[in-house]
């Protein structure tokens, strides 16, 4: 009698898949260990935070001060700039460097990160500058909504394109933005302060997973299911309405891990390819090219 040997394809592809999930499982863990642990230092960074001369800015510049940081003050308001800048010294901080610099122009941000470089690649960006008008909506006059936006909005694209490119380059850097608790939960006669820091917390966390080529999306949803979701929400009077219901457990996981951790879980998941069918609008000659070579 003969035997033949016998082959299980199923089973073995089934062990493979297995040993490849237990190894991804295994640096996961690894990674999200790490950052659960680790920790740095602010000695030796440059620091550069706008709205240096007064309040929290203020503060943040002594902290990093007495932690052997060298500073970049930024103010439009020099003589608060300069105060600081003196009290910086007392805490020991050497090197401390103060610019006069309005945050809402763009050229001015332009040409002063161009002074800056005489200190150095800026390594730690602080987007701290901004204003309060403390009105009720109606109450607001229209330029200082403008402002409002373009000192704490704004004012992020021009600082984030003058010094991130340097980041990059070294793979090193952090940008801080400081959204407070309205920017994430609107308060009243606060509108157009509450509304530039969503926007501000938005932009900043959009640039983080841009930068690390992951995205805490699910892929693009089909715009009919998206509007009958909305339309029954607005029929029930919902106050909030997330889809698809994982966004829920995104935004609390978002708020109890770090921003590494959540990195690599969404490394770990594989949810980095949320706009990879995203085309965008095309010109309508351009959608008659394509339909006439799809019909060729």
């Keep these: 009698m003969t035997l033949l040997p016998t082959f299980f394809p199923n089973r073995t592809l089934l062990s493979l898949v297995n040993m490849n999930a237990m190894v991804d499982t295994a640096i996961f863990g690894g990674k999200f260990l790490y950052y659960f642990l680790e920790s740095s230092s602010a000695a030796g960074e440059i620091v550069l935070i706008t709205g240096a001369g007064s309040g929290l800015g203020r503060i943040l510049a002594l902290h990093f001060a007495s932690h052997g940081a060298i500073l970049v003050l930024w103010d439009i308001n020099q003589e608060g700039n300069m105060e600081i800048c003196r009290l910086a010294k007392e805490k020991g901080c050497i090197k401390v460097f103060a610019y006069k610099c309005d945050c809402s122009n763009r050229q001015e941000v332009y040409r002063v ?22 009105k009720l909506f109606l109450d607001i006059p229209d330029h200082m909504v403008e402002r409002c936006f ?26 801080v933005c400081i959204p407070s608790i309205v920017g994430v939960v609107g308060i009243n006669v606060l509108s157009d302060y509450s509304a530039s820091k969503f926007a501000a917390f938005g932009f900043a966390e959009s640039l983080f997973f841009e930068l690390n080529m992951y995205s805490f999306l699910l892929p693009l949803l ?23 219901k994982f966004a829920y457990l995104a935004l609390f996981l978002k708020q109890i891990i770090s921003p590494k951790m959540m990195t690599a879980l969404a490394e770990y998941l594989g949810v980095n390819t949320c706009m990879t069918s995203f085309k965008g609008q095309v010109k309508a000659d351009e959608f008659q090219m394509e339909t006439e070579r799809k019909q060729q």
Excluded: R
């Design 113 to 134: 990160a161009d002074q800056v470089k005489e200190v150095g690649d800026v390594t730690i960006l602080i987007n701290n500058t901004g204003i309060v008008t403390g």
């Design 150 to 175: 373009n000192v704490k909005v704004i004012s992020h694209f021009w600082t984030c394109k003058a010094f991130f490119p340097a980041m990059i380059k070294a793979n090193h850097g952090h940008l």
């Design 222 to 244: 089909e715009p009919k299911y998206v509007a009958q979701k909305v339309f029954n929400a607005v029929l029930e009077e919902q106050v909030y309405l997330m889809i698809p």
